[in-house]
């Protein structure tokens, strides 16, 4: 008879061990690409219904009421949880909706982790938290028309389940308002949450950020920012032996591109959570080409938005197509 000889007990553990081994290297990255892949659908559809609910609504400022003492320290604040109750809800379908206190019932995470993932932060909870440079220009200003005030955040859940923070400006003016600054501009920032208030909690994941701009005609931007910075540049060189903003863009990542001006806006507004630390950042919005053409970049330590020779060099900052 022919002798045969199978694998001994000891081989086949060694064998399920490998496989072990293998497959907790291999499943966590597999399931961290379905999930970002997962989250990027969700982010878009969500970006998708409330531009298409802002963009049915007559004007985005006028909600609410924000009143002041004479030491600057608010009185009345009813400006984010109006704008949701008497104009939001009339065009989007929302579950729930919580006041400025109450955050954390429409399920807003305590704390988030910023866009690098090195940094924790506390929830923002009214505008100046979002980034102190928002409330600079309004310092001075004695009329409320076109400017930005400290209100406070509200928040809704979506029927999709996912918690939307609410950051609103009633006084915010139109693209052809006589500023260049950003704060008059800014009408609707949000906040969300994809999953609620479980984890990871971090910005570019289940978290990131919606902005609507300009009262009348409203722009709403989601712009995704990359994590880092690129190298400083021109927006445009007529020496091929140097890149252009655009360029180092390309350069950085294939599917990366320079955020026009409106997303920039929105990066601005948002700088606390991308971690943006340059004071000057180029936009892809051209004014004139050419070598003495003009592009809009923005101050981020001040918010003016203004159009510069592009042969200048500046900051960039990237953002996914």
């Known amino acids: 008879m022919k002798k045969t000889r199978g694998f001994t007990l000891a081989e086949v553990l060694i064998t399920l061990a490998i496989i072990g081994i293998v497959a907790a290297i291999t499943l966590p990255s597999l399931l961290v690409n379905v999930n970002e892949k997962a989250w990027d659908a969700q982010k878009k559809a969500l970006h998708a219904r409330l531009a298409q609910a802002i963009g049915q609504m007559n004007t985005l400022g006028g909600y609410g009421q924000f009143e002041t003492?004479?030491?600057?320290?608010?009185?009345?604040?009813?400006?984010?949880?109006?704008?949701?109750?008497?104009?939001?809800?009339?065009?989007y379908k929302i579950n729930n909706i919580c006041g400025p206190d109450k955050l954390s019932s429409c399920g807003i995470p305590s704390k988030i982790t910023t866009l690098n993932g090195t940094s924790e932060l506390i929830f923002p909870t009214k505008m100046s938290e979002l980034n102190p440079a928002l409330l600079t220009f309004v310092n001075g200003i004695t009329s409320?028309?076109?400017?930005?005030?400290?209100?406070?955040?509200?928040?809704?859940?979506?029927?999709?389940?996912?918690?939307?923070?609410?950051?609103?400006?009633?006084?915010?003016?139109?693209?052809?308002?006589?500023?260049l600054h950003i704060q008059?501009?800014?009408c609707v920032n949000f906040i969300y949450d994809l999953n609620g208030a479980s984890g990871p909690n971090q910005v570019g994941k289940d978290v990131g950020f919606i902005t609507a701009l300009y009262r009348k005609n409203p722009i709403v931007v989601a712009p995704s920012s990359y994590a880092a910075?690129?190298?400083?540049?021109?927006?445009?060189?007529?020496?091929?032996?140097k890149l252009d903003a655009a360029s180092v863009c390309k350069a950085q990542g294939g599917d990366l591109r320079l955020p026009n001006r409106d997303e920039l806006a929105s990066m601005f507004v948002n700088r606390i959570l991308i971690n943006a630390s340059e004071d000057n950042y180029w936009s892809s919005s051209i004014q004139s080409i050419g070598e003495n053409g003009l592009a809009w970049y923005i101050y981020f330590h001040n918010g003016h938005r203004i159009n510069y020779l592009r042969t200048e060099t500046q900051s960039v900052r990237c953002v996914y197509q």
């Open 229 to 241: 910075d690129a190298a400083r540049s021109p927006s445009y060189s007529a020496d091929s032996a």
């Open 69 to 91: 003492d004479d030491d600057g320290a608010a009185t009345t604040d009813t400006a984010a949880e109006s704008f949701i109750l008497d104009a939001l809800s009339k065009v």
């Open 184 to 186: 008059n501009k800014v």
């Open 144 to 179: 409320k028309s076109g400017t930005m005030v400290d209100t406070k955040a509200a928040a809704f859940e979506t029927v999709n389940g996912e918690s939307v923070a609410v950051f609103y400006n009633p006084y915010c003016g139109s693209d052809e308002d006589w500023s």
